[in-house]
């Protein structure tokens, strides 16, 4: 069973690797045109500012791309990303001398939560995960209206320190854009590098044959949902802390964004195949097309139609990929 994960891993890394470069060149291409249009698009703040626009994108893309290796989805993490927001701000509100790492920890914390009750719904009592999720999505949102009352938390009832998260910097590199890349780092190794991460790829790639060899894929879903909560947990606060607001409709459709980053990455949507390098690219082209359009003056009513045509565009290229390898592996065997 290994050998033949191995050989799907194999052949998935040849199409990651033509797609990576394509995408590459794509947004070189992009950035050059955008530049053209509008001199301020290659700017050191731009860049600056696009990259901290898009590290929460990128945090959430890690833990989808773990979900979608599973052949699941998670159409909750915008309100998991809402209500740990809310809880989060409604605390430090209250308690203005809170530190704000207890606020992050305590955001991370409701996630988990949020994560780990999905898990068991579709790990153990087998409910399919686009209808768990669908369901525990409106749930989520209903607890963050109902905790708020309806209400707001504004900027001038965060305390400063609480604010400052997603201002500061750590090492020169700005807290958010820190926190991406640590997380990026961290899920690099667990999954190129320990056997859990294995584990994750072999149960997308043929669940039966994973439970045969010994791994308890129940634990397995249950992990990679819970650790989908956590990072959405860890973006709320993020989240309320960058635009120092917390609503109840925060985030609503987020999650389209970030399955589309992940899409665009190279993640294999029917399950057992994805890369960090591949979701790190996505995540730049979905924030390059979301700060350039804008520039260079196109109508917000087109900028969705032209993301949903790119986003079309990759799905259809993955696909005559993955075709046109499955046809030489086979010609291959006959001969």
Known sequence: ???????KRLKFTGISKFRELGLLVFIILLSVLVQLRNPNFLTLENINDMIKNTAILSILTVGMMLVIVTRGIDLSIGSTLALSGMVSALTVSANTNLHPLLAILLGTLIGTVCGCILGFLISKAGIL???ATLGMMNVYRGLTFMISGGKWVSAHQMPGSFKAIATNSILGINVLIFIA????IIFYYFINHTRTGRQIYAVGSNPEAAKVSGINTVKVLWMVYTIMGALAGLAGVLWVSKFASAQGDTAMGYEMDVIAACVLGGVNIAGGSGKISGIILGSLLLGILNNALPLINVSPFWQEAIQG???LVAVIVNA??????DRKNLMRRKI
């Open 181 to 184: 890349i640590l997380i990026y």
């Open 309 to 311: 045509v790119i986003i």
């Open 129 to 131: 995960p686009i209808i």
């Open 320 to 325: 005559l990929v993955k075709r046109n390898v």
């Open 1 to 7: 069973m290994s050998e033949i994960v191995l050989e």
